[in-house]
């Protein structure tokens, strides 16, 4: 079965340029060395300055560049996402009823809270509980992988933990 797949990988043509979307920059070249001429001189004649302002920019700089970077975005976008046609059955989610909640945490937090059970009320045998470690989600990913145990009979809790 590997050397079938890989046969088929093979046979499938290696992505042009104009099939990958390349995003155009943010900020313009000549922006880029301007700035970098004004540090750069300033670097030159008072280091201590250039100090104080990369301090101040490394805290600001992420802040100004943040586009659909918070998690009722992320939502919305995901949510017009699964409205495309063409999307994969994985994503689509056929066989599986999704049902997503979020709730506030005492430190002001939107957590996910995600539950996936057979559709049609299909007898549940047994529920798993995914409880995230230090640096995972609960992503689309997950759940994804998790559907193959949901179309086994197997209900799926996904709680998002902070971090």
């Known amino acids: 079965k590997d050397k079938e797949s890989m046969t088929m ?7 042009t ?5 390349i995003p155009p920059p ?6 880029v060395y301007i700035i970098g001429g004004i540090f750069f001189g300033l670097a030159l004649s008072c280091p201590q300055l250039l100090l104080v302002l ?4 490394s805290v600001t700089i992420p802040y100004a560049f943040r586009v ?7 939502r919305r976008l995901w949510a017009e996402f ?3 046609d063409g999307l994969p059955e994985e994503l689509v989610r056929p066989d599986v009823d999704l049902e997503e909640s979020y709730w506030t945490n005492d430190r002001g937090m939107a957590l996910l809270t995600s539950t996936m059970v057979p ?4 007898p549940v045998r047994a529920v798993v509980c995914f409880c995230h470690g230090y640096s995972d989600n609960s992503s689309f990913l997950k759940r994804m992988h998790y559907q193959r145990l949901v179309k086994k009979g197997l209900a799926v809790v996904m709680i998002e933990y902070e971090g």
């Open 54 to 57: 990369t301090a101040i920019l």
């Open 17 to 21: 340029t104009a099939s990958i979307h």
């Open 82 to 84: 699964l409205k495309k």
């Open 119 to 122: 559709k049609n009320n299909a």
């Open 68 to 74: 659909n970077d918070d998690g009722e975005s992320r």
């Open 26 to 31: 943010r900020v313009e070249r000549i922006k």
């Open 9 to 15: 990988m093979k046979d499938q043509p290696a992505p």
